[in-house]
Structures are given as C-alpha cells and as structure tokens.
C-alpha cells in the first residue's frame, strides 16, 4: 500500500456562490445580485466605525464578484481556469474579444511556456515487470508416493522472466527523445533490445518519429501521425531490419474514424513482417468498454470482443474477452480495482484451448508495472478454473479488511489533518468574515422575518451545516442531531437569503455563502433546514454540493 500525497489546493473564493446565481447566471442576474448584497454590506449604511470597517470587507468581496462576473472577459478566464487564470503572469496580452475557448487555450500556452524552462530536468520514466510461473504440477495426478513426498512450494517454478524500461527526455514543447529496452528471458533462453526514438511534433496535426534499434539484428523505423479531418486520421511506420539473411523491409499503416461521440473504427494493413490485416470497432462511454475486432494474417487468424463495465462510484472495473483463430479459443475475465491515487490491482482467469487455464496478477503502481503470471493447468479442468477464480477474490478481501483499509482510513485522516493545516490561516479568515457577515445580516433578517410572518411565509426556524450525525437513524423529528464543533448554526444566513417566500440555493458547496464557513475541511458535510410554511413544520436535510429549493411539500413533517 503506498502513500500518496495528493496536491493540496488554497481554499479559492467561489463568486457564484458568494453572490448566490448559478454559474449560468444572466447579466440580470447578476446585477441583481449585486444590488442586494450592495444594500446589506454597504459601509455608508453604517455609523459605528467598528462596523463600518467590517462591513468594508464583505463589500469588497461583493464588488470583486461583480467586477469578474459582470465582465464577460475576466468571466470566461475565471469559468475556464478559476482565480488563478485572473492571477497569471502574461494575461495583459490577451485580447478581449477573445472567445472563452481562445482564453483557455492563451492560458495553457501561457502555462506551457513556464513548464518549458523545466523540461531539461524532468524525465517520465516507465517500466514494466513481468514474471511467468508454471503451477501446473499443483493439478496434475501423480502416483500417491510420489505425492505424498512433494510439498506445495516445489510446484511453483519460475519459467520466465521480462523487464522492460522507458525514459522520455523532453528537449523542447516540439521535440522528446525516448530510449527504452527489455530484457527476458524464458525457458533458459535469454533475449534483449535496446531503442532510441526522436519525435518532432511537426503542427497540431502530426509528428514524425525516427526509431533506432539493436537486439535480434539492428533495426531502424520512421513513423508518423497525421490528422487528416476532424473525424479522420491515420498512423503509419516503415521498419527495416538487419538480419543475417538480408534486409527486411516491413510497413504497418492504421486508418481510424470516429463514428459517433463514443465510438471509433480502425483498419490497420501490416506487410511484410507478419503481414496481416485487421479491423477493429471500439466504443469507450463512462459507464463501459467495448471492443471487436477481426484479424486475418498469414500466421493467424482471429476474432476478438471485450468487454468491460466501469463501475466509477466504487473505483472498480469488470472486464470480460473471449478470442477465437487459428491458434485455439480462450475465455478472460477478471477485475481491476483502484486502491489508491496512483495504483491499480487486478486479477484475471484465462480459459482456453489448448492453453488450458492460467491466472495473471497485475499491479499497475504510477508508471510501473508488476505482473505475475501463473499457468495453472494444461487442460481445463474444474479445480484450477475454481480456485483460480475464488482465492484472488478471498485474497482480497482479507488483505483489505485488515491491511489496506486500516492504511487508506489513517491516510486520509492525516491528509485532512494536512489540508486543515494548510488552510488554517485562510480558515480562520472565512471564520471571521461569516461572523461579521451574520451580525450585518440581523437588521436585514428582522425585517425579512417580519414581513415572512404577516404573511405566513417562509420562516427559517433552524439551519445547521457541517458534519452530525443522529443518534437513531429511524429518528423523530423533534430529535437533535448529534454534534461538536463540526457543525455550525447558518440560520440567519439562510433567512437572509428569503426572497418572496421562497429560497434557492445552487449546486456547489454552501461553504462559500455570506455567514457561511468550513467547519470541517475534508470532511463530508451537510446542510439541515429546518423551517415554517403556512405555519407548517418543515424539515430537510441535503448533502453540500447538492441544490436546494424550498418550501416544498415533501419537506412538511407529520406532528400527528
């Protein structure tokens, strides 16, 4: 189990939700906005110079909002890369009749062109390791002495071995030299290459790559890529290899087309070495991947399909293949599960003829790669197939029990306790500013509570927001929800927020609402409304990016 440290980001100030508009909002909208907040934050409406100065603050927070928002030029840099875009260094130069997709791309060259000066001290190295082992003796029948006498450790024997190894040294934005080699070995029988390969991205189309090898016979390549429409393009290379009988020319060259949002065809013609031609059909959504394709070569022919269901809400992949040609037939399935940020374990049972049953493990840690593959059996017999399937799967969730959640639980415990740290100051910033944003708010609350009750309109009697729990899941409504300091009270902010008997809140965190502040960073939080409609008890309870619109009927508690 690794440790991941993810990148912590400054809590960044969010100007929809501060001025309470969906990020959609009209220019109406928005100025509406602004004149409402202008009115309760306002410094000339206050005589006392203590709250004067604060409300100075929120009111400069409240013109800032407005000045990015009602701008649609500094809006689309904001839309598109958030505060940090109206920050950057260079963006004096961007035109303002650029479109919002213009100034996303004049950010990221900007951002590109700081990356450039670190490209001579950063590698991308990858690599891969691979181990093949026969079991096969676990399942064979053998005369009962001679079982008798074995032990479980003397079935496994290492039958092969790989390692392959890639380092990427990026020389400009345009031009990447990469060297990389493998090295294995199998069934006593060792072999090995080594590469080096120059790429030039020629335009935002192409790039054109020379490959230079050495192992079986020198080798040397030229390839390239092209897009030829917005829907069309292709790949090709040339390979030469030096042999000790002559030279031998090879040419592979793929046409792809994308059919529909999700799904892309590809011809790929390959002559000379290996000569064969294939199609393949793949459609990529988020909820699955699937994948046919038909090969015809001299040395084999196939038919393929695969299929895989992601699974994004638990991290986990189902994938399942089945292949049949000239060498035989075979049916994979198995599962990949994330276990952290940056690696990925899986496990997949291959049965087929004549290769007979096989287990491969797989760990995918950043850009390395671990796999072990274990040839269970000859034949396809029903005890390999079952413990192939069953004991990955006990494995597991034995190890996750008592490893891996222990791990990831006191891992993301210390993270928060990291971004708390982090964002102290900031916190205590926002603290301060939601008191000073509630005690602004009570003249205001007053006369909108007043004006709620003459005509039995929307009163908010409580609002909670944080994390809490209840003592009973099955609760009464009269019952309190457990807390500490993880909750704050928001009820004057949210009755602030009453207009016409009605409140709106947009989807994205409450956090970032005048009165509001994060009492527990890192942590999930809630929003719980209690509040009079019609003189009427009503109660909701909502997660904190989630949109709230009330009063609504669903909402009303039955006190009967």
Not at 303 to 328: C, D, I, P, W
Not at 361 to 384: C, G, M, V
Request: aromatic letters at 8%; one cysteine or more; hydrophobic letters at 35%.
């Amino acid at each position: 189990m690794d440790d991941d440290n993810d990148q912590e980001n400054p809590i960044e100030d969010d100007y929809y939700t501060f001025l309470n508009i969906p990020r959609d909002a009209t220019t109406d909208e928005i100025n509406n906005a602004y004149r409402r907040q202008s009115r309760l934050y306002h410094p000339d409406k206050h005589t006392d110079p203590v709250r004067k100065k604060e409300a100075e603050i929120l009111f400069n927070r409240t013109k800032k909002a407005y000045e990015v928002l009602s701008d649609p030029h500094q809006r689309a840099i904001y839309d598109s890369v958030g505060i940090r875009g109206l920050e950057t260094e260079g963006w004096e130069i961007v035109q303002r009749t650029k479109t919002p997709q213009e100034i996303r791309e004049e950010y990221e060259r900007l951002a590109r062109e700081k990356e450039e000066r670190m490209l001579q001290q950063h590698t991308n190295p990858k690599g891969s390791i691979t181990v093949n082992v026969n079991a096969t003796d676990l399942f064979n029948e053998y005369d009962e002495d001679y079982e008798d006498s074995r032990d479980i450790f003397s079935c496994f024997e290492v039958s092969g071995m790989s390692f392959t190894q890639s380092i990427e040294a990026p020389l400009t934005l345009r031009d990447t030299v990469t060297m990389y080699g493998e090295v294995g070995t199998q069934n006593g029988t060792g072999s090995g290459s080594v590469n080096v390969s120059a790429r030039r991205l020629v335009s935002s189309k192409g790039w054109v790559e020379v490959d230079v090898g050495v192992g079986n016979g020198p080798t040397v390549s030229l390839k390239g890529f092209r897009t030829l429409t917005r829907r069309l393009f292709c790949d090709g290379a040339t390979i030469l290899q030096f042999t000790a009988r002559g030279i031998r020319p090879g040419f592979v060259g793929t046409l792809a087309m994308q059919l529909d949002k999700h799904t892309v065809g590809y011809l790929t013609y390959r002559a000379g070495i290996r000569s064969a031609m294939s199609t393949m059909i793949v459609r990529d959504t988020s909820r699955s991947y699937t994948a046919l394709s038909v090969h015809i070569g001299i040395l084999q022919s196939f038919l393929s399909l695969n299929y895989t269901y992601k699974m994004e809400e638990k991290q986990m992949k189902l994938r399942g293949s089945v292949k049949a040609g000239t060498f035989g037939v075979f049916l994979e399935y198995g599962a990949e599960k994330k276990v952290s940020r940056h690696s990925k374990l899986s496990a997949a049972v291959r049965v087929g003829v004549p290769t007979g049953v096989a287990l491969k493990i797989k760990l995918n840690r950043a850009s390395q790669a671990y796999t072990f593959s274990i040839h269970l059996s000859d034949e396809i017999l029903p005890a390999p197939v079952f413990y192939a399937t069953v004991i990955p799967i006990m494995t597991w969730t034995i190890v996750k029990k008592i490893v891996i959640d222990p791990v990831v639980k006191e891992r993301e415990k210390r993270e928060k306790e990291k971004q708390k740290e982090m964002n102290k100051t900031r916190m205590m910033e926002k603290q301060k500013e939601a008191k000073i944003a509630t005690e602004l708010m009570k003249a205001t609350v007053s006369r909108i509570r007043a004006e709620e009750e003459s005509k039995r309109g929307l009163i908010i009697t409580k609002a909670l927001y944080g994390r809490f729990v209840y003592p009973q899941q099955d609760r009464p409504a009269s019952e309190e929800p457990v807390h500490r300091d993880e909750v704050i009270d928001v009820t004057i902010p949210l009755q602030c927020l009453v207009k016409d008997s009605r409140l709106v809140l947009h989807n994205a965190s409450k956090s970032q609402l005048p009165g509001f502040y994060d009492p527990c960073v890192g942590e999930d939080k809630q929003l719980l409304v209690q509040y009079l409609f019609r003189t009427q008890t009503h109660e909701c309870i909502i997660k904190d990016n989630a949109p709230l619109r009330i009063p609504l009927p669903s909402h009303k508690v039955n006190t009967t």
